[in-house]
């Protein structure tokens, strides 16, 4: 085995523990967070919502397209290969992570005196 295999299976390694942790984060952001309603948000939150939704869109295709070139190099190509793919695909599924991290601490924030309520 080469170094740069070597790394890569390393740098797996790591990705997907880090994106275990997150996952286990935003399961309990998502667990304690009281969560608003869509409609009860101000103009600024609502724009911000909608670029977290689109940048989230993009890195769900991109996730897609690095899930699905894994997957072909599983059969045609060799295991460093699948192994730098599926390092993409962890990548862009911890972006995924983060933003929806972001969107659940913004539907959960409170604006000041709904927070009485």
């Given at each position: 085995m080469n170094f740069g295999a070597a790394l890569v299976y390393i740098a797996l390694f790591i990705l997907t523990i880090y994106n275990v942790r997150r996952n286990y984060h935003l399961m309990k952001l998502r667990s304690n967070a009281n969560i608003r309603e869509p409609e009860k948000l101000s103009q600024d939150e609502q724009s911000q919502l909608k670029g977290f939704n689109s940048d989230k869109?993009?890195?769900s295709?991109?996730?897609q397209v690095f899930f699905f070139t894994?997957?072909?190099l599983a059969f045609k190509g060799t295991l460093a290969q699948l192994a730098f793919f599926m390092d993409l695909y962890t990548v862009s599924v911890i972006c995924i992570n983060n933003i929806d991290i972001d969107i659940v601490k913004l539907l959960g924030q409170s604006s000041g005196s709904q927070s009485e309520q």
């Open positions: 869109r993009k890195w295709i991109l996730s894994a997957l072909f």
